[in-house]
């Protein structure tokens, strides 16, 4: 069997565009389809998805635990672990993992809070 070779018939439209409108072109494709996945990794998390990030980050699952509960319970959740962790110690001029632990602990939720204003923005 002999394939229908339609290359031609289908890059008409990109037969007179330089090699930079063709980079454009490209990116601009690429966008398209990587958007829609980035909003959705942006817009969904889950405790559990939390939990790995924290021990991605040298946190213990003992540990991690109670930052994603605390996160959870203060509706920072969206905002990411991590993100809070890593906010909260740059704020506080503190060590990621000094900062983590004291959230661990129950401490400096009002200040990771404040980072916020409190709830889950865009």
């Known amino acids: 069997m002999k394939r229908q070779d339609d290359f031609t018939l289908r890059r008409a439209h ?7 409108a063709l980079k454009d072109r490209f990116w601009e494709l690429a966008e398209q389809v990587v958007n829609p996945l980035l909003k959705l990794g ?10 790995s990030i924290l021990l991605r980050m040298g946190f213990s699952s003992l ?3 109670p930052i994603v509960d605390g996160a ?10 991590g993100n809070i962790v890593y906010k909260l110690a740059k704020s506080k001029n503190m060590e990621i993992r000094e900062a983590g632990l004291a959230l661990a602990e129950g401490k400096l ?7 916020f204003k409190g709830g889950v923005s865009a």
């Open 14 to 20: 990109l037969a007179n565009l330089s090699d930079d």
């Open 42 to 51: 942006y817009e969904n998390t889950t405790p559990s998805i939390e939990r």
């Open 63 to 65: 540990e991690a635990v």
């Open 72 to 81: 959870l319970e203060r509706s920072l959740l969206g905002h990411g672990a």
């Open 109 to 115: 939720w009002d200040d990771a809070e404040a980072l």
